[in-house]
Antibody, heavy 120, light 112 residues
Framework: QVTLKESGPVLVKPTETLTLTCTVS??????????VSWIRQPPGKALEWLAH???????SYSTSLKSRLTISKDTSKSQVVLTMTNMDPVDTATYYC????????????WGQGTLVTVSS | QSVLTQPPSVSGAPGQRVTISCTGS?????????VHWYQQLPGTAPKLLIY???NRPSGVPDRFSGSKSGTSASLAITGLQAEDEADYYC????????????FGGGTKLTVL
């Protein structure tokens, strides 16, 4: 059974760095073509793709947020980590991690999401 | 501003048929990349509803169907039920700087 679960702080202050962890089970992060993305959704708004890491450790980032994002993985722990620097109230959102098998495939499994609020 | 354009809302009475459009461009849908659809019930994570333009994952009722033509795609829901009230998102791959993965702005389906 494939599952993904996000964890991290519920509240961060402006200018702080956010670190989120996605713990996966039911598949290995080292499996060929297997990848995990981070996607966010501000309250009442649409989904926005943020970053992706492939099984070969290749990474891809949203052009608009690239300077603030870093994605990494620890295969032995089955974890994918996203850091976002210089947080702002507009970054308040539910952050999801999701699995994708190939670049043109769908996000077939999603985590439950974690709501992060940016406020002083 | 989402790369893929969807109507903000659609509505229909129980038993009726509704469609939701998703319009892209030559760098995504028009380039031949598949369109996928997700259903997001209130307070929950998105769930894959249609993949590869018109395929249903196991467990998705055949009341849901998808199609694609040119730079657009559509999701059709027949025999509307109250439980279908949700937000629906289309998604595709994009070869421009907007991508690589892009979503529509979402459509709120209201069952009257």
């Amino acid at each position: 059974q494939v599952t993904l679960k996000e964890s991290g702080p519920v509240l961060v202050k402006p200018t702080e760095t956010l670190t989120l962890t996605c713990t996966v089970s039911g598949f290995s992060l080292s499996n060929a073509r297997m990848g995990v993305s981070w996607i966010r959704q501000p309250p009442g708004k649409a989904l926005e793709w943020l970053a992706h890491i492939f099984s070969n450790d290749e990474k891809s980032y949203s052009t608009s947020l690239k300077s603030r994002l870093t994605i990494s993985k620890d295969t032995s722990k089955s974890q994918v980590v996203l850091t976002m620097t210089n947080m702002d109230p507009v970054d308040t959102a539910t952050y999801y991690c999701a699995r994708i098998l190939t670049v043109a495939a769908p996000f077939d499994y999603w985590g439950q999401g974690t709501l992060v609020t940016v406020s002083s | 501003q989402s790369v893929l354009t969807q109507p903000p809302s659609v509505s229909g009475a129980p038993g009726q048929r509704v469609t939701i459009s998703c319009t892209g461009s030559s760098s995504n849908i028009g380039a031949g990349y598949d369109v996928h659809w997700y259903q997001q019930l209130p307070g929950t994570a998105p769930k894959l509803l249609i993949y590869g333009n018109s395929n249903r994952p196991s467990g998705v009722p055949d009341r849901f169907s998808g199609s694609k033509s040119g730079t657009s795609a559509s999701l059709a829901i027949t025999g509307l039920q109250a439980e279908d009230e949700a937000d629906y998102y289309c998604q595709s791959y994009d070869s421009s700087l907007s991508g690589p993965w892009v979503f529509g702005g979402g459509t709120k389906l209201t069952v009257l």
